[in-house]
């Protein structure tokens, strides 16, 4: 089955993006196709590479990018969301890029099903 | 439809609002905070067990372990991502948040 | 569209206008996929009735408004605006308080309506 | 002691908890979504009425004006940023979100 | 510290824990405010009383948890930890479900306390 | 009087920002000093230079700086909370500053008021 998952908020601050991301690996795990993260409204901060969260804690951006690399899942933030909270193409995490609306359109469509996290 | 909640039912209305929308049958999964709602002996039991009779209601383990609780009010299914991933496939999404 | 078919895709606003940006990023997510030609609704649960309420002014608070766009939606052929009844009434308002003409619907109604869609997105 | 809300009282509990831990004479200040509680004719009027007798209850008129509230219960008394700053001279802040 | 005098500072809980970091951003501030010598205090209010819940294993959310910092308040010299009651009993808790002793007062108590503070800060 | 401001929501996203800075300018107007604007949680977004809202929008960044520089406010963020967020010195818009919680202990002890705002 393929999966798209919108995620609305940012890291850290609400559960959401962990929930988003221990869905997506367990999607994986079960032989899924986990398509795209589309990144909207605060949820664009979770691919900022600048952040540096203390040593024994996850580092948020950090895992969504390996999870682009190992498995080709797309990490994408909203660009009129992006620029209002200070994220571009400087600060992207490798393996996420910024795109518009009309990319979570294509992710709603071309999926089976499009599940979304926020809070 | 399975409809996900991810609020305390103690803070916010959102629990109350998704009851309200259910069609008979459709599944419940409540994570993150949601997971209060069905801790054992608390306000919110009977609903739950009204529910019960008309649709079924898991809860996110993860999500009660965190939290500590250890008792769910009788009927409650409680499963991991795995399981969330399971209910994802029999069902599109209605995240309530 | 890998099958040709139309996807039903649901709108959800449910947060008041201003206090958060969530209806007003809403807005502007409805607005990139009405030029899809899916078959879209939106549907005002609780406090998100209130982003249809007239005669609001935002100058004082520093934020612009928005709800003159929920007019402009019948002219990207957005025209299933669905209002739940007991959110309405619960608030005092009725249809005469609102910036569009929308659909009054019963709980059950909307519920259905939800259980029929491909996607549902809150807001 | 001055209490501050900026939540609607239709969508979580903020409202109704501040409500329980005032203190007979001190004012509450409804601001940004929590003007809601104050619009003539809603279900929390008679709440409102209740607490006008032993407290001063103001709303942030920038804040009813950009959600289109024209009318009050009775008794609220209305206020622009710079009588907020005046509550603040008078009084310590609890900021309940 | 101008006029030479202890400042009353309370810091309330009313966030459950995991869900939003409100809690744990709270303790870390709690902990820095409590090396200035001030007279602290932690109320616990709503869905707050939640963070004292014994028994919260964190691992399979990898998220790390932190109920056991509550236990090292009291080194910190920290020992005024209320809770509200009415909140306590509606989320079917007593005392002994909580990490730390605590103590239980009514609203009318804690409405008190809050009036006395010099800054109040809800997390 | 002095006043210090406790900002614990990052901008646009939540009309806390907005209402702390209208707070600030009318503490102001009426002759008071507002000390600090201090930023905790999310609030410590509110200092990142590279957002570029629309055109027709205010730019929430832009005028905490404008309100340092003119009225001696000092806009502070967290160390730890903006860590986790992705805030560092490099994305500081001018006037603000990154710093510890014992700093906001000295805001809350040295002014006549602590007025926080957050959601």
Not at chain 1, 29 to 53: E, I, Q, R, S
Not at chain 2, 75 to 84: A, M, T
Request: glycine share 8%; charged share 20%; hydrophobic share 40%.
């Amino acid at each position: 089955m393929k999966i798209g998952i919108l995620l609305k908020e940012g890291p850290y601050n609400h559960q959401a993006s962990d929930t988003a991301f221990k869905f997506a690996e367990a999607a994986i795990a079960k032989g899924h196709t986990v398509d795209a993260v589309f990144l909207y409204n605060d949820g664009v901060t979770n691919v900022t590479k600048l952040m540096d969260p203390p040593q024994d804690d996850r580092n948020i951006s950090g895992r969504w990018s390996e999870l682009s690399q190992k498995h080709g899942v797309e990490i994408l933030a909203c660009i009129a969301a992006s620029k209002r909270r200070g994220i571009n193409d400087d600060v992207l995490v490798q393996g996420s890029s910024i795109t518009g609306l009309g990319t979570l359109t294509d992710i709603a469509i071309r999926n089976d099903r499009l599940v979304t996290f926020g809070d | 439809m399975l409809h996900t909640i991810n609020k305390s039912p103690f803070e916010t209305n959102t629990f109350d609002t998704c009851i309200r929308f259910l069609v008979q049958g459709d599944p419940i999964l409540l994570i993150e905070d949601g997971v209060y709602a069905v801790q054992a002996g608390n306000k919110f039991s009977s609903t739950i067990e009204t529910i019960l009779k008309t649709n079924p209601v898991y809860a996110l383990q993860p999500d009660l372990s965190a939290r500590g609780i250890t008792l769910t009010t009788d009927g409650v299914q409680c499963i991991d991502y795995d399981g969330f991933v399971a209910l994802v496939e029999e069902h599109q999404v209605n995240s309530w948040f | 569209m890998e099958n040709g078919n139309i996807n039903k895709i649901m709108h959800v606003l449910r947060h008041a206008p201003h206090g958060t940006i969530y209806t007003y990023e809403g807005l502007e997510m409805i607005l990139i996929m009405a030029a899809y030609e899916q078959d879209l609704s939106v549907v005002f649960i609780g406090d998100g009735v209130y982003a249809l309420k007239k005669n609001q002014e935002t100058a004082g608070i520093g934020i612009k408004g928005f709800s003159k766009t929920f007019m402009a939606l019948d002219g990207y052929d957005v025209e299933k605006l669905y209002v739940d009844k007991l959110s309405l009434e619960e608030r005092g308002l009725t249809e005469d308080d609102l910036v569009v003409d929308v659909e009054v619907l019963d709980s059950a109604t909307i519920g259905s309506l939800m259980k029929e869609q491909d996607v549902i997105i809150h807001h």
